[in-house]
């Protein structure tokens, strides 16, 4: 439980609050880098963290990302030229480079000197991976990109995805570092061995005895959590579930054997967010039937009204959700593994939950360790203490073994780090 006063640290993530200053202070993906298909290709909106902006590709291939408001008279950017290297606003012609930079000023005489003590707000972007990347901190404090390892794979070995969810970014995320709900949430009615939702992870966890997973081991790490779960098997044995949560908004749910995977939360404002899922697959290229399902919609990957990033299934059709399939099929009616999530994390007592009334349990471990962690790096840098910015710590693997019952988890980890490190 948080109070209401650290409940609105950790979610509010605005122009000079706490938490909004730590999340300038790292990378974040805003865009699929197919959303600027070219050079001076039509400029697009963009809300990050509570600020409009505006994205351009200029005549040189560059990405800009600048504030969605010309400096002169505050006219709206998007309706903008996109023309010799830079964006022009409409109204009075004055033209920004991707450094925002005024670089003409065309309507009054005094222009071409003016022009050099004028700027619009710009942030720096990179394109990476198949993604756009944005840093809104600090210049002198711009740290390296992440070193998620999807980043430097062929394209076809890759795939990016994003939805728009309705809720606070922390409400998104609470749902992947909760080993408990899979079980309930994601399961059929009757034998769930057989259950592709729940065997995602190609380890058969729907054979497990327990509904109750067990932290094994949580520790506080450079880049941000490590936690191992644990969980009876029918044959005797222990089921150990390694995974990672990165700062200040990444996971690594979802992982499996073969194809791993990285969530990130980006805020859109206080009240809505975009859920990115990356899957990649380093040896190979992703198998064509998962990649229609990403593109198209499956049990995974919900479907997508066409042209926007909101799900067909949402909060304001209650996700379509089947109450003859729930009677008799499914445990939530709700037909994607993920909209099952999304529908659940809407909706708990708004877009901001007010984490002062819950009631925690020890299932809720690695929520709670999370929750610290980001307060205390907010409070630390409101105290001087500048995030760590190394980037391989975003290189991490999942890691999953079978052990025998009374094995000692924290020596068997200590000895088996190069699984989750190689």
Not at 99 to 112: K, Q
Not at 178 to 196: E, T
Request: glycine share 8%; net charge negative.
């Amino acid at each position: 439980m948080l109070t209401r006063e650290e409940n609105a640290m950790l979610t509010q993530t605005g122009p000079g609050t706490p938490m909004g200053d730590l999340f300038r202070r790292f990378w974040m993906p805003v865009m699929i880098a197919t959303e600027l298909p070219g050079p001076d290709c039509d400029p697009k909106r963009l809300r990050v963290m509570s600020e409009d902006l505006i994205a351009f590709r200029d005549t040189s291939g560059r990405v800009g990302v600048v504030d969605a408001y010309c400096p002169h008279r505050g006219a709206p950017l998007f309706f903008g030229r996109n023309e010799e290297d830079g964006l022009r606003c409409v109204y009075h012609g004055w033209k920004f480079d991707v450094e925002g930079a005024c670089v003409d000023l065309p309507n009054a005489p005094e222009g071409e000197t003016f022009k050099t003590k004028v700027t619009i707000t710009s942030y720096s972007a990179v394109e990476k991976g198949g993604i756009i990347w944005l840093y809104m901190g600090p210049k002198e404090k711009q740290p390296p990109l992440p070193g998620f390892r999807f980043m430097d794979v062929a394209d076809s070995q890759r795939y990016a995805w994003k939805i728009h969810i309705e809720c606070n970014y922390f409400q998104s995320m609470e749902g992947d570092l909760d080993a408990s709900h899979g079980p309930f949430l994601h399961s059929i009615l009757g034998d769930n061995s057989k259950n592709q939702q729940v065997s995602i992870r190609r380890s058969d966890p729907g054979s497990l005895v327990d509904k109750a997973p067990r932290y094994a081991q949580i520790e506080d790490t450079e880049y941000g959590t490590m936690s191992v779960t644990s969980a009876n098997r029918p044959d005797g044995e222990l089921y150990l579930s390694v995974s990672h949560w990165m700062a200040p908004a990444f996971t690594t749910a979802g992982s499996d054997i073969k194809v791993s995977q990285n969530n990130m939360r980006v805020p859109i404002d206080d009240k809505n967010c975009m859920f990115w899922r990356v899957r990649f697959n380093e040896n190979e290229p992703l198998d064509e039937k998962e990649l229609w399902q990403m593109k198209h919609g499956g049990w995974l990957y919900p479907p997508l009204q066409a042209g926007t990033y909101t799900g067909v299934d949402n909060i304001h059709n209650d996700y379509n959700i089947d109450r003859v399939a729930q009677r008799n099929y499914s445990f939530t009616g709700i037909k994607s593994f993920s909209t099952q999530d999304t529908a659940l994390i809407e909706s708990q007592r708004g877009p901001i939950m007010d984490r002062s009334l819950e009631r925690l349990v020890s299932a809720d471990e690695e929520i709670i360790r999370v929750r610290r962690h980001l307060l205390k790096m907010a409070r630390d840098l409101q105290e001087g203490k500048d995030p760590a910015s190394n980037p391989t710590g975003y290189n991490k693997r999942v890691a999953r073994f079978n052990v025998p019952r009374d094995t000692d988890i924290s020596a068997f980890m200590k000895g088996n780090m190069a699984v989750v490190n190689r």
